[in-house]
């Protein structure tokens, strides 16, 4: 075992471990924003360590070739660019459909949006209503 | 080679608890959340398994994999909003 392969070991090691911690929060977090907001952080950040300790251990080894890391780091920034986009969605989603927050959440950055943004309109309208 | 028993382990322990979620979760939304999770752990073990059986082929089952993970996710949650 060289030194690439032990790199690899250790980084699939924290992969796989962010993996648990992200089924723990999963479990944990009180509501759906909370439970999207730590699995999906620590998925991602798993997957990059799996991916490309994968790859370099696999490059230490004696069937390895440079093949599979460019493999491993393919499928690694594919799913760092999908998992924001995949969470984001599904948590518009679930505001949209009406889920309520926790009760213990204090701000609604959102909801001050929308909030915003029909009172501009109501003043856009009340200054055409004037002319 | 015999830490990678470990790793498998650790993410089948993974998978289960967010099995939990997915049958327990109270709304349609937490469920898609932690089966959302489950696809990128199941990304991560196809990964380990190529390295575990030693073929490269496994990769390229993982990578099609994560795409329609992604597609089939981005589908669901355009249909709870009701756009779909």
Known sequence: MNVLAAVGEILVLIGTFFYFLSALGLIRMPDVYNRMQTSTKSATLGSLGVMVGVGLWALGSDFGSVAWLTKTIVIAVFLLLTNPISAHTLIRAAYKSGIPLWEGSVVDKYAEHLMSKTEKSEIVEEEGDAE | ?84
Do not use: H, Q
Request: charged share 10%.
């Open chain 2, 1 to 84: 080679m015999i830490g990678i028993n470990v790793y498998l382990a650790l993410i089948a322990i993974a998978t289960l608890l967010s099995m939990y979620r997915v049958f327990r979760g109270p709304t349609t939304v937490d469920r898609l959340v932690a089966v959302d999770i489950m696809t990128t752990i199941t990304t991560g073990l196809m990964v380990l398994f190529a390295l575990y059986y030693k073929r490269m082929i496994f990769l390229d089952v993982a990578l099609v994999y994560a795409v329609l993970a992604f597609g089939g996710v981005i589908a669901f949650a355009r249909y709870m909003e009701g756009g779909l």
